[in-house]
């Protein structure tokens, strides 16, 4: 694998003095998908805005293919498409119009066999002659990744593609997102949704206060950091937690009924059999069991915390 | 050079021009109608000739330029900042066009939509006043020197703005007054000695004598002074348009 984007020491101080952005540094490999997860107002948007030459680095360089994005911002900035967070678009222009008007933009010579294709994957061909302003909220997010997709860029930037958006459309959006994966394009999303980031990406970045927590391949993140809890639900109360089981690393709530334990998916059948018949051994009733995988979520949620 | 996205830009901004093809060229050719009939046939026929030229006549340079600066400023200020106002300039921000590309495709559209309007006022004149143009080249020259040089001082007023009052306070406050003070109905000789040498301060003077030259072959000022002002207030605009760019304002945070 090669890199498509390279970017050192990336910073940025809003005017007012407000740091969105810590000196980060990330490299993104070429054909990946990568989410870029963060609460609200950690600095995926100002990081997206700088490389696509929205908003002015404080310090730092982004070089897209080898191509500095500001001395070579011709070259760095035709391979870029972005679909930005929110939605913007013309009100009296037709959807046709208005994504011809961005291959333009981008230099490339007309190819309406290309924007029928783009308009017919998107849902968007029966709209083709509406003006904008009689589309739906979802309709114009589409035309916006239409026009973003127009050029053929091999650098998409998906700044919150799914939200305010319905569940048809999110399936469509990963199918289309995976289906450009396919053909080689590399792709930067950020996102709210942690199933989406786990559901796509092949790396994980997660960014808070304006700075990279962590990046990881997903798969290994979800297995260093995946475990498994079970929750017993007792039918009586507890004063204290007989000593078999605390030996086991099972905890006891607050409320005296409920036991967690905390374990490794791939050991389960050597726990869960002994800590049940332990459990049974202590003359206690069981009234619920609940067992979950601790997600993506829970990781982040922990990170962020942490960071706190 | 991005010659396509010139030509997307261009493309665009004229479309939208054909669809207020109401307030872009029908408005401004009634308001100069009724300058004609006011000054010209009106009030005109009480008034002598100035420098030779009926007065009918003489006001029109004048009142072609009025309507050249305002609109030249309006169409320009206007194209920049609606994209800005509604969020989708981040278009342009994120294209492979530099600022020559983007200055060129916005003001050379607000400059020909100008033109076109120039040329319709002056056929609007002709119905009223028998009309000759002594040097047509340099008419069209004026015209499109005039034109080009307020689109660029319209875009960057439509960069500068960050809401629509301040839109209009420019051309309000600044233009038409200075506009109506340069000579679109009278000629600066005309005034006392103190007013006159005020008025040489006035940039629309120097573009209005300029222009009526360019019809009757004569002046207030000399004919290369007018050109010479004319494109220094032009490389000023430049300037102030490229140190916008180059250093964000108000573009990129
Ligand atoms: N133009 C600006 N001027 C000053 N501060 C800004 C500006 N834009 C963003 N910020 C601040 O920078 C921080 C990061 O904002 P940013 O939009 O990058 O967050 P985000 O991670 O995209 O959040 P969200 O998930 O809500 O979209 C916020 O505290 C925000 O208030
Ligand atoms: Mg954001």
């Known amino acids: ?308 | 050079m991005n010659l396509r996205a010139i030509a997307a830009i261009y493309r665009y901004e004229m479309d939208r021009t054909r669809r207020t093809i109401l307030q872009s060229v029908v408005a401004p050719v009634i308001s100069t109608a009724l300058y004609f009939v006011v000054f010209g046939a009106a009030i005109g026929g009480h008034m002598g000739a100035v420098n030779g030229v009926p007065y009918g006549a003489f006001i029109v340079p004048g009142l072609m330029m009025m309507s050249l600066l305002t609109q030249s400023i309006s169409n320009a200020s206007f194209g920049i900042y609606f994209p800005r106002f509604v969020g989708t300039f981040y278009e342009q921000l994120s294209a492979p066009i530099s600022v020559v590309e983007i200055v060129a495709a916005y003001v050379g559209a607000a400059a020909t939509k100008s033109v076109i309007l120039g040329l319709i006022i002056l056929a609007t004149a002709a119905l009223f006043t028998p009309l000759t143009v002594q040097h047509p080249f340099w008419m069209l020259g004026f015209l499109v020197l005039t034109a080009v040089t307020f689109s660029l001082f319209g875009f960057a007023i439509g960069i500068w703005a960050d809401n629509f009052e301040k839109l209009q306070l420019m051309p309000m406050l600044v233009v038409t007054p200075l506009a109506f003070l340069g000579g679109s109905f009278y000629s600066i000789d005309m005034l006392p000695p103190f007013w006159r040498s005020v008025s040489l301060f006035n940039p629309v003077v120097y573009l209005i004598s300029g222009f009526r030259w360019s019809f009757f072959g004569t002046s207030d000022v000399n004919i290369v002074v007018s050109l010479l002002m004319t494109l220094g207030f032009m490389a000023a605009c430049l300037a102030v348009i490229g140190w916008m760019f180059r250093t964000g304002y108000r573009l990129k945070a």
């Open chain 1, 1 to 308: 694998m090669s890199t498509i984007l390279s970017i050192s020491d990336l910073s940025k101080t809003y005017k007012g003095g407000f740091t969105a952005l810590h000196p980060l540094s990330l490299d993104i490999e070429r054909g990946e998908i990568f989410a870029l997860l963060g609460p609200n107002g950690a600095g995926k948007t100002t990081l997206i805005s700088i490389i696509c030459g929205l908003v002015n680095a404080s310090t730092g360089r982004v070089a897209v293919d080898g191509h500095d994005s500001i001395a070579g911002f011709r070259r760095a900035r035709e391979q870029i498409g972005l679909v930005p967070q929110e939605l913007a678009t013309e009100s009296f222009e037709t959807v046709w119009a208005t994504v011809s008007f961005s291959r333009g933009l981008f230099g490339k010579p007309p190819n309406p066999a290309l924007i029928e294709k783009l308009l017919r994957d998107l849902s968007l061909w029966d709209k083709k002659d509406n003006k904008i302003l009689t589309l739906s909220g979802g309709m114009k997010r589409r035309v916006m990744i239409a026009k973003a997709l127009s050029h053929e860029p091999r650098i998409l930037f998906l700044d919150e593609p799914t939200a305010g958006v319905d569940v048809d459309l999110r399936r469509d959006m990963w199918r289309l997102v995976r289906r450009l994966k396919e053909s080689g394009v590399t792709i930067i999303l950020t996102t709210h949704y942690i199933e989406e980031a786990e559901e796509m990406a092949d790396r994980i970045g997660v960014i808070n206060r304006g700075r990279l927590m962590l990046v990881e391949e997903k798969d290994a993140l979800m297995r260093k950091l995946g475990r498994k809890q079970v929750t017993v639900t007792l039918a009586s109360q507890l004063a204290a937690l007989p000593p078999r089981l605390a030996e086991r690393g099972a905890r006891l709530g607050d409320d005296g009924r409920a036991l967690t334990w905390i374990y490794e998916p791939a050991r389960v059948q050597a726990g869960m059999p002994g800590l049940l018949a332990d459990i049974a051994a202590e003359g206690l009733t069981v009234a619920d069991i609940d067992t979950r995988r601790s997600s993506l979520e829970d990781i982040f949620v922990d990170l962020v915390k942490g960071a706190q």
